[in-house]
């Protein structure tokens, strides 16, 4: 790609809008159908019919340049045309990831607002009933259903083929001129070091900004094959691998989820994949439990055979994972950000890296290190701030610098390397990020609980060390790890699939000021109650057992 491609358009539309003239019939998006059983495909030009059909459904609707729409929805071609239409009339996108819980979507929408919400099944639907809120839901289905009766022209993939179905090409881009650069594009969720949401809000400049940056550093070529298997209600594959799709104007597969991904990987063949460290320690442990680790070519034949980048972020990879592919043939890069930075900040290069950093700066951002190593970073990607929230604002945006929270170094060749965390949060395989703090307090609410800690740094479930009541278990003939287990998963019945506990220790030594793991305000002393029982947690990730006692 040319310097000039590589500029920073004003706007996502404009990168759309670019795309479709310029590959208007090339190969865009492709899905697996499963009433056919095979892969089908739209061009850039039927991509584009399709985002005019839900442009002018959501017209209809009342949605205005600066309204807010929330997305519920797992990863679909109708993800992609619904964010495309939400942007190109200047409306803000609000993505919640599909796998919330009816209790934290509603609590969101109450947080957000929303003018509409956008539902991919009546499944999602159900859990936007029922708040103070209470904005119109429609699902993908019902918007197909609702162009139908405009039209007989229905193709046979479900939706409007014809741009006489919606608003034609040339009316969309001329709604599309008048967003801004400096516009809202999107509200994204991310829990707080108190577990409160905290919406970051994203401009067209930030993004834009971000995706030039990816590309100069991770450059994509038009006939390069894309594998999207991460969720585009989070910011790094909505950047990275949507919004560069756009610039790049290569072709996008979505994968069917992970039970079929190496089918996917083997079918598809991708040559550029974005991944978090679960994908690429579920890669390893597939060809472990093979017995093909040292097999020659085993990697790049699991990866479809044609692997060009592998991309990883999100979360600190394990060491000998980031070993094994670093030491064969398929391109592993590994890179950091944060959803505040749109989201990328380092990455290394295929030719220019470092085992065991995160990369350089890429193009357009600066970082430094504060006196106590926290990585700050400033730039056009930086975020505007955090939805309703200016006290937190301006505590993480400080004279133009976001304060990451993470702990770094930088070597004498500008790669960084992150050392720890500031802030409490707990980053999953699979770059969930989650605020400890309330789950513990949520089950300490419980009179068997008298203290927990909860860990998953790194892994692939959460773990939590008990400190029981046994006077008031012992009431009970019923043995205390059953009791503890019903408890724990009563407590956390309305928190997501990632927050739960999966396995837990009974620790039968409080945690105190006198054996020095609570401070005199009695907080807990994370790191020293984590290194005193470093052996039971690691007991519990290689045990089959759900409890391992102390």
């Not at 991919?120 to 936007?128: G, L, N, Q």
Request: aromatic share 8%.
């Amino acid at each position: 790609m040319t310097e000039d491609t590589l500029r920073p358009a004003r706007t996502v539309c404009d990168l759309f809008i670019s795309r479709v003239h310029e590959s208007a019939d090339s190969a865009a998006l492709f899905w697996f159908d499963l009433s056919t059983d095979c892969w089908r495909s739209w061009t850039w030009n039927e991509l584009a019919e399709h985002v005019g059909v839900y442009a002018e459904y959501l017209l209809s609707n009342g949605v205005q340049a600066g309204s807010r729409v929330m997305l519920l929805s797992e990863n679909c071609r109708e993800w992609i045309v619904a964010d495309l239409a939400i942007l190109s009339l200047g409306a803000v996108n609000v993505p919640l990831h599909s796998e919330l819980t009816t209790f934290q979507v509603q609590r969101l929408i109450e947080h957000c607002e929303p003018c509409l919400i956008l539902a991919s099944s009546d499944k999602h639907r159900e859990k936007t009933r029922g708040t103070v809120w209470n904005p119109t839901c429609a699902t993908f289905a019902q918007i197909e259903a609702a162009c139908l009766t405009r039209s007989n022209r229905i193709n046979d993939s479900g939706l409007a083929n014809s741009f006489g179905d919606g608003l034609r090409f040339d009316a969309l881009s001329r709604i599309a001129e008048h967003v801004r650069t400096d516009d809202l594009l999107t509200i994204l969720y991310t829990s707080g070091t108190t577990g409160e949401p905290k919406g970051v809000m994203l401009s067209h400049r930030n993004v834009c900004a971000n995706v030039a940056s990816k590309l100069a550093t991770l450059p994509l070529r038009q006939e390069d094959v894309r594998l999207c298997i991460l969720p585009m209600s989070h910011i790094f594959a909505r950047v990275c691998d949507l919004y560069t799709w756009l610039m790049a104007g290569c072709q996008l597969h979505l994968t069917r989820g992970w039970p079929l991904l190496f089918d996917d990987l083997r079918e598809v063949r991708p040559t550029y994949i974005n991944g978090v460290p679960y994908f690429y320690e579920k890669c390893y442990r597939e060809l472990e439990d093979q017995g093909r680790l040292d097999e020659p070519n085993a990697l790049r034949e699991l990866l479809g055979g044609r692997p060009h980048v592998l991309n990883c972020g999100g979360a600190t990879l394990a060491e000998h994972v980031y070993h094994y592919f670093a030491s064969h043939d398929v391109g592993f890069v590994a890179g950091y950000g944060l959803t505040e930075a749109s989201p990328v900040l380092t990455s290394n290069r295929i030719d220019q890296y470092r085992i065991g950093s995160v990369g350089q700066v890429v193009p357009g951002v600066e970082i430094r290190l504060s006196e106590d190593n926290e990585i700050l970073a400033r730039g056009d990607n930086i975020m505007l701030g955090y939805f309703k929230d200016p006290v937190a604002t301006a505590a993480t945006i400080v004279d133009g610098w976001l304060q990451t929270g993470d702990i770094g170094e930088i070597d004498r060749d500008g790669f960084l390397y992150i050392v720890g965390r500031k802030k409490e949060l707990i980053v999953t395989t699979g770059a969930k990020k989650i605020a400890p703090l309330p789950i513990e307090n949520k089950l300490s609410e419980h009179p068997a609980i008298e203290q927990c800690l909860v860990y998953g740094e790194g892994r692939d479930f959460l773990v939590a060390l008990i400190v029981p009541d046994l006077n008031w278990l012992n009431r009970s003939s019923e043995p205390v790890d059953q009791q503890l287990r019903i408890i724990i998963d009563t407590l956390l019945r309305d928190y997501s699939k990632y927050e739960q506990i999966g396995r837990f220790a009974i620790v039968q030594e409080a945690f105190s000021i006198e054996n020095d793991l609570l401070t005199a305000k009695r907080s807990k002393r994370r790191d020293k109650i984590i290194a005193r029982y470093r052996a039971v947690i690691d007991g519990l990730y290689e045990s089959e057992s759900p409890l391992v006692k102390t």
